[in-house]
């Protein structure tokens, strides 16, 4: 895959292969992501008729998880990672035999789906923030709760991709986070690289997809400019 670069004032943005791209960028001081989960996105019954972001994420392989290899603890300090819960039991090991300590923090859902699938309702998502010495967890005591608790986007906060995470939740995570330089190797439409570039960080993102690019070009340039 080509790629393309674009640099946005502190912002250098990718487009084409996070696994090619990442390992060629060298240290960053954390790696914060939103890969593709494991989940059985069929089903939902009469409500799933209704809603197309399942739909979506089916279309756009979101459903069939990441290779863990694009974390490396040798190329940042530390990494934040989304994740469905049937992904815990993979990653979990994985991240303890790289990073010295790690937290498995939530985003509690304000207005979670009507539907259970069988299961549970998605009423939260996991995150598992790793880190080793000199990249502990940053913040006040308030910014160090291990739970987020903000509204699941809807309508045109979405930006065209089906499981943007709202701006509270980015904002409270690159808070915490340790350092100066912030990598996105899933950066989506851009919600992480908003949240860096508001906190005073340089960051780097990496997307595969031509419109969700275009869309975090522009949600970037905006957020750069709105600081003058």
């Known amino acids: 895959m080509s790629r393309t670069i674009v640099n946005i004032g502190p912002a250098r943005l990718y487009l084409g292969d996070s696994y090619a791209i990442r390992p060629t960028l060298g240290w960053m001081d954390a790696d914060v992501m939103d ?17 197309t972001g399942m739909d979506e994420i089916m279309e756009q392989g979101l459903d069939q998880g990441f290779d863990h290899s694009i974390i490396n603890p040798l190329m940042c300090g530390a990494v934040v990672v989304f994740c469905h819960n049937d992904q815990l039991p993979k990653l979990l090991p994985y991240l303890d035999g790289s990073f010295k300590r790690q937290a498995v923090c939530i985003w509690r859902k304000l207005n ?16 598992v923030h790793a880190w080793n010495d000199g990249f502990h967890p940053q913040g006040e005591l308030a910014d160090l709760d291990r739970q987020i608790v903000a509204m699941s986007p809807r309508g045109a906060d979405k930006f065209g991709h089906p499981t ?6 980015m904002d409270k995570i690159v808070r915490n986070v340790a350092g100066e330089t912030v990598c996105d190797p899933f950066m989506g439409t851009g919600s992480t690289g908003v949240a860096a570039v508001r906190a005073g960080k340089r960051f780097v993102g990496i997307e595969h997809n031509p419109a969700h690019f275009e869309t975090a ?11 003058g």
């Open 164 to 169: 943007v995470k709202p701006d509270a939740v």
């Open 35 to 51: 890969p593709p989960y494991v989940f059985r996105a069929a089903g939902g019954g009469h409500y799933r008729k209704s809603r």
């Open 112 to 127: 979670p789906q009507p539907v259970a699938n069988k299961h549970y309702r998605p009423v939260m998502e996991f995150y």
């Open 217 to 227: 070009v522009r949600r970037i340039t905006e957020a750069v400019e709105a600081l």
